[in-house]
């Protein structure tokens, strides 16, 4: 009988490599409330990069377009503010009444369902399922999404500075390492994948939440322009983010208007996702971005797991940084065919 001898050698690398995976993600559990800020201001600088660039090609000094980008950015976050803020406020105060009357509604269904027999008096439903703590547990997170805004101005500082260290990172590289091009190269993939995914991403999302809005606002349901920019929000998150979308204005048009309301708003949401999701933004990402569906799905629990909200929303760009990474190299381009999709060339 044949076997095969595990090489020492290897087997310590793997177990080295395994403990440094092990420290890293644990670190980065841990100090979540400072890498969070750090990942948004990249994120942000990678999408203003473009405008900043085109700026300066158009013979405007570097601070005074750096001005104008920074000015536009806040701009945009005044305007979110202003939309929804005054909403978020309002829906948080309302949740105990919307809670009551919708807990007097399934105490309804409930009833129905006992006097005809389809369910025994025993069984209480509201363990199982209970919609009521859902629009709890909306309104502690649209609180939370507002907190992030409560680190704007270091957002912000992070996103000046490194805005300002983009125009001189490739001479670095070239100093940095003995093979520069080589370096760049994958700086500017990551770059290019990124700031692509992100840019079709937000257009596709752009118009999920306004047909959504105009959706909730034609059926009468509160806050249309909350739930459109939830919807927008969510659909960065691949996969559930649409589904979760949908939830907290379907329970809100059931206690508002009705279920027959309800249920045209919850055919709205999904025709609306599967139009835009399912068959708009395959098309207008081409070839796509390289992963695996399973591999989308892993990358949002993970990182979701670590860094929260915010490491969901950034699943698929933290995932394709690494993919690219791990490409560079022989050692680990074995990582990276597995990261990939199927539709290789």
């Given at each position: 009988m044949n076997t095969e001898k595990i090489n020492p050698a290897k087997a310590l690398q793997f177990t080295i490599v395994l403990a440094s995976f092990v420290i890293i993600v644990a670190g980065m559990k841990a100090a979540a409330s400072i890498i969070i800020p750090f990942l948004l201001a990249a994120f942000i600088s990678i999408v203003a990069s473009p405008p900043f660039y085109w700026l300066q090609k158009k013979k405007i000094p570097k601070v005074a377009a750096l001005l104008i980008v920074i000015l536009l950015f806040i701009f945009f976050i005044f305007i979110i503010v202003l939309m929804i803020g005054t909403s978020i406020n309002d829906f948080t105060t309302k949740i105990p009444f919307y809670e009551s009357k919708l807990e007097n509604q399934v105490d309804a269904v409930i009833t129905w369902l006992n006097e005809k027999g389809f369910t025994e008096e025993k069984i209480e439903l509201k363990e199982m399922f209970n919609p009521v703590s859902i629009l709890t547990l909306v309104g502690n997170a649209l609180n939370e999404i507002s907190g992030i805004f409560a680190n704007g101005f270091l957002i912000l500082l992070t996103v000046v500075f490194m805005l300002l260290e983009v125009s001189s990172l490739p001479v670095k590289l070239k100093k940095a390492f003995k093979d520069p091009d080589q370096s760049i190269n994958r700086?500017?993939?990551?770059?290019?994948?990124?700031?692509?995914?992100?840019?079709?991403?937000?257009?596709?999302?752009?118009?999920?939440?306004?047909?959504?809005?105009?959706?909730?606002?034609?059926?009468?349901?509160?806050?249309?322009?909350?739930?459109?920019?939830?919807?927008?929000?969510?659909?960065?998150?691949?996969?559930?983010?649409?589904?979760?979308?949908?939830?907290?204005?379907?329970?809100?048009?059931?206690?508002?208007?009705?279920?027959?309301?309800?249920?045209?708003?919850?055919v709205?949401?999904?025709?609306?996702?599967?139009?835009?999701?399912?068959?708009?933004?395959?098309?207008?990402?081409?070839?796509?971005?390289?992963?695996?569906?399973?591999?989308?799905?892993?990358?949002?629990?993970?990182w979701g797991w670590v860094l929260g909200p915010v490491g969901m929303l950034l699943s698929v760009p933290l995932t394709i940084s690494i993919q690219i990474i791990f490409e560079s190299s022989e050692e680990t381009k074995w990582i990276a065919v597995l990261l990939g999709s199927e539709k290789t060339e």
């Open positions: 700086v500017q993939s990551i770059y290019n994948n990124i700031n692509k995914y992100i840019a079709i991403k937000t257009w596709i999302s752009l118009a999920t939440g306004s047909l959504a809005a105009i959706l909730c606002f034609i059926i009468g349901v509160d806050y249309p322009i909350l739930w459109g920019m939830l919807a927008f929000v969510l659909n960065y998150i691949p996969t559930i983010g649409s589904l979760i979308a949908l939830i907290p204005p379907v329970l809100l048009t059931i206690v508002q208007i009705g279920p027959l309301e309800a249920l045209i708003v919850l709205g949401f999904v025709f609306i996702n599967t139009i835009m999701g399912n068959i708009l933004e395959p098309r207008m990402m081409g070839r796509g971005l390289g992963l695996s569906t399973l591999v989308v799905f892993l990358s949002l629990i993970f």
